[in-house]
C-alpha cells in the first residue's frame, strides 16, 4: 500500500536528507533541482516502486495584476506502479516563466520523451537532460507556443481576406 | 584476399502519405539493405491543438471534438472525459447510465480490435478480404451506436452523471442480437487467421517488446498486456462498475506482433462476456428521472466545477486514455490534457523496429495501433 500523501512525504524527507517538499493538497511540490533525485527515489525504493510514469503535462500561469511578477509555469507528473498497482503520486514542479528550466526525467522513465517533448513544444519548457528535445507536434522553425496563455491564436478570417 | 564490397546506408522517408501509415505519419528509416538500422517517427501533420480549442470551450462543449480523437472509439473518448469531470466536480453517475456506458465502452472495444485485426491484415499485403470480413462486423456495432446516438462514429453520447439520452425502444434487444452472433464471427476469424501459416511467419518474434522496456517507456493496453504485464484499469482502478463483471485479463508471454494480436482477440471474447452480463443485468429506466436528470444535463452552460484539477482515466481499447483537468471556477477549463495512448506508445517504434526488414516496420506499426489523430491531437 502507497503511504498517505503527507506520510508520502516524510519519508522521501528522510530518506534524502537535505530535500524538503511541500504538500499542496495531495499533491507535493518540488524544487526543480531536487526532481531528479525524488523521481529516482519513488521509482526505485521499494516502499513506492513507482515504475510507470502516466502523464506529463504542464499547465501555465501568466502574471495577473494581483499575483505580479513575472508568471509561473508548472510541470505536473502523475506516478503509479505497475507491479504494485497503487498509485497516483502526483508530483509539481513550479518554475519561473522567462525562465522555465526543468530537468529532465527521460532518463528515469522512457515514457517521458515524448511528453517532454511534447511540453516543450507547446509550453518552451526546457527539460535539461533530454536525449533528443525537438518539437514534435508543431514543425521546426515554428515560433511560439501555443499552449501559453498568451499566445495569440490567428485570425482565420483575416488571413482569407488577405 | 577477400574481396569487399563498398556498401552505404539509405535512408527512406515512409509517408506522410501511405496507406500503411494509418493517416499521415511519417517514418524517416534509415537502411542497411533491407534492414532497418535507424528509425525516426516524425508527428503532427493532424495537429489542431485540440487542448488549447478546449480552454475556449465549455466542459461540455468539449465532447463532439473528443470523438475526433480517436474515431474509432468516440464512446470511450467520451466516457474518459466524463470520468475526469465527475472526479473534479462530484457528479454520481445513475445507475442504469452505468450500465450504458460500460455496454457502449465494450462495443467500442470490439470496433476498434476487429478494425484493427483487419488493418494489420492489410499491412501484412493480404489487401482488402480480412478488413472486409472485419468491417462488416464493425458495421453492425455502428448501426447500434447511431440508433442509440443518432451517429455511426462521432457518437457524442457519454455525459457526465451518465449518458445523453436513454436508448431507444427495443435497442437492448437488438444488442443482445449483435453480441450473441458475435463469438461466431471471432471463431470464423481465428480460423482464418490465428493458426494460419502466412499470419505466423509474418508475425511471430517480430517486434519484440520486452516487459521492462514496456512498463519504463509508459506503454499501455493490449501492446503492454501482449509482453505479459498484468495491467487492465479495468481491474487496477476498478473505475465505474467494472468490478461487478467477471472478466479475465488475457496476457501475452512473448510480446511480438502475434501475440499483440491475439491478446486483442481474447480480450474481444472477455468483452462478449461482459456485454452479455450488462445486457442481462442492466436496469430498467426509471420513470421520469433520465440518466442525464440527475446530473448536469440540464444546464451544461452554467456548469462550473470548483476550483481543483483532477486526472481522470479509463482503460481505452488502445491503452490508458487520461483527461487532465484544471478547473478555476469558470465554465471554461482553465486546462485540459489529454494522454493520449496512441501517442505514447509511439515511444518504442524505434527499439521494435531495429534490425527488422522494412516490410516488417510497416506491420510493427500497425500492430502498435495507432491513429492519428489522437497522436497529434
Redesign the interface.
Same mark, same amino acid.
Given at each position: 500500500m502507497l503511504p498517505a500523501p503527507h506520510e508520502l512525504k516524510q519519508t522521501v524527507e528522510q530518506l534524502l536528507p537535505g530535500v524538503s517538499l511541500t504538500l499542496e493538497?495531495d499533491l507535493l511540490l518540488v524544487a526543480a533541482h531536487e526532481l531528479a533525485a525524488v523521481c529516482r527515489c519513488l521509482k526505485e525504493h521499494e516502499r513506492f516502486h513507482l515504475?510507470? =510514469?502516466?502523464?506529463l503535462?504542464a499547465?501555465?500561469y501568466p502574471p495577473t495584476p494581483a499575483s505580479g511578477g513575472a508568471g509561473r509555469i508548472e510541470v &505536473?507528473y502523475?506516478l503509479y506502479s505497475?507491479?504494485e498497482?497503487h498509485g497516483?503520486v502526483?508530483l509539481k514542479v513550479r518554475v519561473p516563466r522567462s525562465h522555465p528550466a526543468v530537468p529532465s526525467v527521460t532518463p528515469i522513465?522512457?515514457?517521458?520523451?515524448?511528453?517532454e517533448r511534447?511540453v516543450y513544444d =507547446?509550453f518552451g519548457v526546457i527539460f535539461e537532460g533530454h536525449p533528443d528535445l525537438r518539437? &514534435? =507536434?508543431?514543425?521546426e522553425g515554428f515560433d511560439g507556443h501555443?499552449?501559453r496563455k498568451d499566445?495569440v491564436?490567428e485570425d482565420q478570417d483575416a488571413l482569407e481576406e488577405r | 584476399m577477400t574481396p569487399t564490397i563498398e556498401t552505404q546506408t539509405l535512408e527512406v522517408n515512409l509517408g506522410p502519405q501511405h496507406p500503411s501509415t494509418h493517416g499521415v505519419f511519417r517514418m524517416i528509416a534509415t537502411l542497411d539493405g533491407e534492414t532497418v538500422v535507424k528509425l525516426k517517427p516524425v508527428?503532427?501533420y493532424m $495537429?489542431r491543438?485540440h487542448?488549447?480549442i478546449g480552454e475556449g470551450l465549455t466542459y461540455i462543449g468539449c465532447f463532439p471534438y473528443t470523438d475526433r480523437l480517436d474515431y474509432f472509439c468516440a464512446m470511450t473518448n467520451n466516457f474518459g472525459l466524463s470520468l475526469a469531470i465527475e472526479k473534479l466536480a462530484g457528479i454520481q453517475v445513475s445507475e442504469r447510465g452505468e450500465y450504458l456506458r460500460i455496454i457502449m465502452a465494450e462495443l467500442t472495444r470490439l470496433v476498434n480490435h476487429t478494425a484493427v485485426t483487419g488493418f494489420l491484415l492489410n499491412d501484412m499485403g493480404a489487401f482488402g478480404t480480412p478488413l472486409l470480413y472485419a468491417f462488416r462486423e464493425r458495421e453492425k456495432i455502428l448501426d447500434l451506436f447511431e440508433a442509440a446516438s443518432g451517429s455511426r462514429m462521432m457518437c457524442n453520447y457519454v455525459r457526465p452523471g451518465g449518458v445523453r439520452e436513454d436508448v431507444p425502444q427495443g435497442w437492448l434487444d437488438r444488442a443482445r442480437e449483435v453480441v450473441r452472433e458475435y463469438p461466431r464471427f471471432l471463431d470464423e476469424f481465428e480460423t482464418l487467421l490465428t493458426k494460419n501459416e502466412i499470419v505466423r511467419q509474418r508475425t511471430q518474434q517480430v517486434g519484440i517488446l520486452p516487459k521492462a #522496456?514496456g512498463?519504463?517507456?509508459?506503454?499501455t493496453g493490449p501492446m503492454l498486456r501482449a509482453s505479459g504485464?498484468d495491467?487492465d484499469l479495468r481491474k487496477?482502478d476498478g473505475y465505474s462498475i467494472y468490478p461487478r463483471f467477471a472478466f479475465r485479463v488475457p496476457l501475452g508471454t512473448v510480446g511480438d506482433v502475434y501475440d499483440r494480436y491475439y491478446v486483442r482477440i481474447l480480450e474481444m471474447r472477455e468483452s462478449v462476456k461482459m456485454l452479455e452480463q450488462a445486457l442481462q443485468e442492466i436496469p430498467a429506466a426509471s420513470p421520469g428521472i433520465s440518466p442525464k436528470g440527475q446530473a448536469i444535463g440540464k444546464a451544461p452552460r452554467t456548469f462550473r466545477p470548483p476550483k481543483?484539477e483532477a486526472?481522470g482515466?479509463i482503460e481505452a481499447p488502445k491503452g490508458?486514455l487520461?483527461f487532465?483537468l484544471?478547473s478555476d471556477g469558470s465554465p471554461q477549463p482553465?486546462?485540459y $490534457?489529454i494522454?493520449a495512448p496512441s501517442?505514447?506508445n #509511439?515511444?518504442?517504434l524505434e527499439e521494435l523496429c531495429l534490425g527488422h526488414k522494412v516490410a516488417d516496420a510497416i506491420i510493427i506499426l500497425g500492430s502498435i495501433d495507432i491513429v492519428l489523430c489522437e497522436v497529434?491531437?
Open positions: 493538497g515504475d510507470y =510514469l502516466a502523464n503535462t499547465v501555465d &505536473i502523475h505497475m507491479a498497482k497516483p502526483a522513465w522512457r515514457g517521458a520523451e515524448f511528453q511534447e =507547446l518539437r &514534435i =507536434l508543431m514543425w501555443p499552449l499566445y491564436v | 508527428m503532427g $495537429h491543438n487542448e488549447k #522496456l512498463i519504463n517507456a509508459s506503454v504485464v495491467y487496477v481543483g486526472y482515466r490508458e487520461g487532465y484544471v482553465y486546462r $490534457h494522454r501517442f505514447i #509511439l515511444t518504442v497529434d491531437r
